[in-house]
């Protein structure tokens, strides 16, 4: 017979039956009705054009014909759910999907990938860097590291770093005649500004500032960015001073790019957080992607 012929939900039916020796047991088994288990026996009877059982008063005894199809069927059924069961065991093949800013992907992430892909080779990962918040709940990716504050509706959110800011420049910069001897020394220089969100203009390098013992500073001007990272790559390329995040800026001052010329460092209000629905939190690969990260802040 055709394998595309064959009446699977037919010779399920017979399987279960013949196993059980009841038609009623069957039923309760696949979730179905008596009647539509006799259906189906009926079906694979007229069929096959042979009887596969003898009703009985207690239940059904089953046919030399029955007899032979059986353990055909049994060892069938068998092999693939150990299939099954193998696969459900085996890592997953797939891809993690992770959003999360341009800046932390391209700062602090990247430079950490090759980690990843050492210890899980198996288990792509593929970024997918968003100003805006994808709705990790409803799939748009499986995880997310997010900056700002929980709580996110219907997310789980676990801490994975801090963030700390404080000025940032080319050592060139301070080639010129001006000095950078104290904090207001700054606005004497372009300031440049990362405008995220949910952040006035000009907040971030105000809190610093009054950290530093100069709370009233009035408007401040010059250079604003909608990403971080791009408020210092301006800083690298000696157009001014940014704020920079020291969990973004790590690289870009331990290979002299940029130098930090005050030693003053201030917790920021938001921080980077790892965020999945907690019913996803089971999933493998979900599982191994939070065991690393939170192992890597």
């Not at 997953?92 to 899980?120: C, N, Q, Y």
């Not at 590291?145 to 801490?159: D, F, H, M, S, V």
Request: aromatic share 8%; net charge positive.
């Amino acid at each position: 017979m055709n394998r595309r012929l064959l009446p699977l939900n037919a010779l399920r039916a017979f399987e279960v039956s013949a196993r059980r020796r009841n038609l009623s047991r069957a039923a309760e088994e696949l979730g179905v009705t008596h009647s539509a288990i006799s259906q189906q026996i009926r079906q694979l009877e007229a069929l096959l054009g042979v009887k596969l059982f003898h009703r009985t008063g207690r239940g059904v005894d089953l046919t030399e014909a029955g007899h032979t199809l059986l353990p055909i069927l049994a060892d069938s059924f068998d092999r693939m759910g150990e299939t099954l069961d193998g696969l459900l065991r085996a890592p997953e093949r797939d891809a993690i999907a992770v959003t999360t800013t341009p800046s932390f992907a391209t700062k602090w992430l990247m430079p950490r990938l090759g980690r990843w892909r050492r210890a899980h080779e198996d288990l792509p990962i593929h970024l997918q860097p968003s100003l805006r918040f994808l709705d990790v709940a409803n799939g748009e990716a499986d995880v997310g590291i997010r900056c700002g504050r929980p709580p996110w509706p219907g997310l789980k959110a676990e801490l994975v770093c801090q963030i700390h800011m404080s000025p940032v420049c080319s050592p060139s910069l301070l080639g010129e005649r001006r000095a950078l001897r104290e904090p207001l020394d700054s606005l004497a220089f372009t300031m440049i500004h990362a405008d995220i969100a949910g952040h006035e203009l000009g907040e971030e390098w105000k809190t610093w500032l009054a950290a530093a013992g100069h709370p009233e500073v009035g408007k401040l001007d010059g250079l604003s960015f909608h990403d971080p990272n791009l408020a210092l790559q301006a800083a690298v390329d000696g157009l001014g001073i940014a704020i920079g995040y020291r969990e973004l800026a790590e690289h870009d001052i331990a290979t002299g790019r940029l130098i930090y010329p005050f030693e003053l460092m201030v917790r920021h209000a938001f921080s980077y957080y790892l965020v999945y629905p907690s019913g996803r939190a089971l999933k493998p690969k979900v599982r191994r992607f939070r065991k690393w990260v939170l192992a890597e802040s």
